[in-house]
């Protein structure tokens, strides 16, 4: 299916150049409804190069969403022209940025780039001066974490639990959609894992993928922490089809040829199964949903490998090279922040110290 999306995008300096900002707003094309707004404080730029932060913030949001075909509309004629190659970027500050742009569109089927007036580009001109006021207003000098990035606002910190031990993972046989239960080692280890959460303030959801042994941990840590775990479909495993229950050597056997591609493209599916890409946009979808219903807070996530390893993927804004190079462990607890302007950061990764 092709996903179709509008980018508004603006940005602006009161000075030029002098204290800065940018806005973005994704929305479905087809419905208008928004899908995503980016926004930042850059300090003292121009505003042109507001103008292509703005373009960056909106296309990196784009292809977030997984977007196949974008449609940027913007009021800066110098962007639009630029970036359609009817102008030369003479300016040297211009080119690297320029660059940045078409490296993120690149990624894209089509982009197509339309200047209207600033009265139709309202909403990201309102986050553009959003970002200003809040850069004008807040303190700068504190070496708080999120100061380091340039994020702002209240993050939604993800605490990421992969469930326990199940025969197919003692055997290290792919396991997706099947539902083998926990072992009693895996029921130990969400034990642990719930004791370590319990320590942990203000946990106000527990939310898992919908099969067994994700639902079996969760119950554990909601026990533990004081609230009622829910189901979110976006975070079940990935479809291996043909290959469940395989080795990885027998998969290899079984299917060289599509074996290979599979390792090395994220395009390619298992035969009967689900690719990465399609994965990673159903993740995607799964935690902007968590992030509009639990802005702010500290959640659980219950699941398995690959919806974690993307979810950390999402907030260290890498390639899907990610998930053949980082293991994560039975039960381990990995944490993720995903701030209200864009930025994001990863706070933990693998641990597993309390499992003894």
Sequence with gaps: MTVRVVIEADGGSRGNPGPAGYGAVVRDAATGEVLAERFGGLGSVTNNVAEYQGLIAGLRAAAELGADVVAVRMDSKLVVEQMSGRWKIKHPSMQPLAAEARDVADGFTRVDYEWIPRERNKDADRLANQAMDEQAGRPRTEATPASWSGAGGTPTRFHLLRHGQTELSVARRYSGRGNPPLTDVGRQQAQAAA??????????????????????????????????????????????????????????????????????????????????????????????????????????????????????????????????????????????????????????????????
Aim: avoid cysteine; aromatic fraction near 6%; charge should be negative.
């Design 195 to 356: 004791r370590r959460l319990a320590k942990i303030d203000d946990i106000t959801a527990v939310i898992s993928s919908p099969l067994e042994r994700a639902r079996e941990t969760a119950s554990a840590v909601a026990a533990a922490v004081g609230v009622e775990a829910s189901v979110d479909d976006g975070l079940t495993e990935t479809d291996f089809g043909a290959w469940e229950g395989l080795t990885f050597a027998e998969a290899a056997e079984r299917d060289p040829q599509v074996h290979r591609r599979w390792l090395g493209d994220p395009s390619v599916p298992p035969p009967g199964g689900e690719s990465f890409d399609e994965v990673h946009r159903r993740v995607r979808r799964a935690r902007n949903d968590l992030i509009a219903r639990h802005g702010g807070q500290n959640i659980v996530v219950v699941s398995h490998v690959t919806p974690i390893k993307t979810l950390l993927r999402m907030a260290l804004d890498t390639g899907p090279s990610l998930l053949f190079r980082l293991h994560l462990d039975l039960a381990s607890l990995s944490t993720a922040e995903f701030y209200p302007d864009g930025h994001a950061s990863v706070r933990l990764v693998n641990d597993t110290s309390y499992l003894g």
